[in-house]
């Protein structure tokens, strides 16, 4: 069963060489999932080395990007900074009512 939160997806190339980067986002975003009580999921495509991508989807809805990584060497803290900047502006957009419902669990995590 789906969240009512909606969920965070990491879209990620299957390549070997782009699991250093992939780790530091997926704790990233593990952790605003379980900050916000949003469901996590990681989608691999492709054999061509690609940028990492997170996107926020909420029932329906086309899928936001909230965050690309393209190879930088960033830390978990940097991440979820980017992502909680990113759940927050979107938590204002009319139609992400669920993000609403958590913005004082986003705005106490900025702090």
């Keep these: 069963m789906e969240n009512s939160n909606g969920k965070l997806l990491i879209y990620a190339s299957n390549l070997v060489s782009n699991k250093e ?7 990233a975003a593990q952790k605003m999932a379980d900050l916000l009580k949003l469901n996590l999921e990681v989608v691999v495509f492709g054999e061509k080395r690609a940028p990492i991508y997170v ?16 190879g930088e060497k960033v830390d978990v803290n940097q991440i979820c900074a980017a992502l909680r900047n990113m759940l ?17 669990e986003i705005m106490q995590s900025l702090s």
């Excluded at 909420?58 to 899928?63: A, L």
Aim: glycine share 2%; hydrophobic share 30%.
């Design 21 to 27: 980067q992939l780790e530091p986002v997926s704790v």
């Design 55 to 70: 996107y926020y989807k909420d029932g329906e809805e086309e899928p936001i990007p909230v965050y690309c990584n393209r």
């Design 88 to 104: 927050f502006v979107l938590s204002f957009h009319p139609r992400h009512t669920s993000l609403r419902r958590v913005r004082k």
